[in-house]
T-cell receptor, first 113, second 112 residues
Framework: DAGVIQSPRHEVTEMGQEVTLRCKPI?????LFWYRQTMMRGLELLIY????????DSGMPEDRFSAKMPNASFSTLKIQPSEPRDSAVYFC???????????FGQGTRLTVV | SQKIEQNSEALNIQEGKTATLTCNYT??????LQWYRQDPGRGPVFLLL?????KEKRKERLKVTFDTTLKQSLFHITASQPADSATYLC???????????FGGGTRLMVKP
């Protein structure tokens, strides 16, 4: 398996534009996580899916953020409209469930200007 | 409030010495705790998992302890090498809901 795959690796967009980040988890993993990492706040959990169902989205900062998982092999994180304070590295991770290690993608570095 | 605290200051040590990193948590009773390594520009990579009924766990030059009374985990790297230089993150599942929550990480610099 190629691991967790995220795209794009880098995204530069103007304030107000819609941004969509994509993630392909490891095949067979039933848990998927979206994290955001900044120098100030570290690695923050945004949303957690189990078997394609959103279980907890309490970490999603605002209604501008939404995430979907239409099937076991694909998830998106959308920001609409984007703002400069959304600039961060966004990571997707997957796992086999509780008490197991999480596998992270290489992240998407988002810059909103 | 619930917190996971790691020393935010970088830890600088000499090659060959043992590095010890600390993870303290408050208001949690986690069933397990994990340690990850993160290199610049990359996602975190899993290193070790220790369960609440385990006091110590080892993997090659790595050792993790878990004291549920002190609410603390210690992460040791023996015979450290410059290649061990990275940021090390501890993580736990605060509510047994499989929602892995991370500390702020500690940057380790091993000098030759």
């Amino acid at each position: 398996d190629a691991g967790v795959i995220q795209s794009p690796r880098h995204e530069v967009t103007e304030m107000g534009q819609e941004v969509t980040l994509r993630c392909k988890p490891i095949s067979g993993h039933n848990s998927l996580f979206w994290y955001r990492q900044t120098m100030m706040r570290g690695l923050e959990l945004l949303i957690y899916f189990n078997n394609n169902v959103p279980i907890d989205d309490s970490g999603m900062p605002e209604d501008r953020f939404s995430a979907k998982m239409p099937n076991a092999s694909f998830s998106t994180l959308k920001i609409q409209p984007s703002e400069p304070r959304d600039s961060a590295v966004y990571f997707c991770a997957s796992s086999l469930g509780a008490n197991t290690e999480a596998f992270f993608g290489q992240g998407t570095r988002l810059t909103v200007v | 409030s619930q917190k996971i605290e790691q020393n935010s200051e970088a830890l600088n040590i000499q090659e060959g010495k043992t590095a010890t990193l600390t993870c303290n948590y408050t208001n949690y009773s986690p069933a397990y705790l994990q340690w990850y390594r993160q290199d610049p520009g990359r996602g975190p990579v899993f290193l070790l998992l220790i369960r609440e009924n385990e006091k110590e766990k080892r993997k090659e030059r790595l050792k993790v302890t878990f004291d549920t009374t002190l609410k603390q985990s210690l992460f040791h790297i023996t015979a450290s090498q410059p290649a061990d230089s990275a940021t090390y993150l501890c993580a736990l599942d605060p509510n047994a809901g499989n929602m892995l929550t991370f500390g702020g990480g500690t940057r380790l610099m091993v000098k030759p």
